[in-house]
Nanobody
């Protein structure tokens, strides 16, 4: 079993910053792609950013230049640095990890609220 625990969400004013963390634990030998997704009320869950085991990254157009994804393989942790936050970034942010041979695992989500 693999567990993902997110932290770092909260309430911030527009223009502010937050850093999300997602730590994976359990019977982990290695982790493949890790990523962050978000879901706003009444909307579908969408990709925010992903990072491969080789540190290749991909971002949603809406966050390019403002968000940075990174990972620490020794800690089985992925991070999302969010700068210049906008009210439209308000959502529940979910972490996802791909475990080789086991499949996809999701965290429970962390709320990010950006006030105008």
């Amino acid at each position: 079993q693999v567990q993902l625990v997110e932290s770092g969400g909260g309430l911030v004013q527009a223009g502010g910053s937050l850093r999300l963390s997602c730590a994976a634990s359990g019977s982990i030998v290695s982790l493949d792609t890790m990523g962050w997704y978000r879901q706003a009320p009444g909307k579908q869950r969408e990709l925010v950013a992903v990072i491969t085991s080789g540190d290749l990254t991909n971002y949603a157009d809406s966050v390019k230049g403002r968000f940075t994804i990174s990972r620490d393989n020794a800690k089985n942790t992925v991070y999302l640095q969010m700068n210049s936050l906008k009210p439209e970034d308000t959502a529940v942010y979910y972490c996802k990890a791909v475990v080789p041979d086991w499949g996809d695992y999701w965290g429970q989500g962390t709320q990010v609220t950006v006030s105008s």
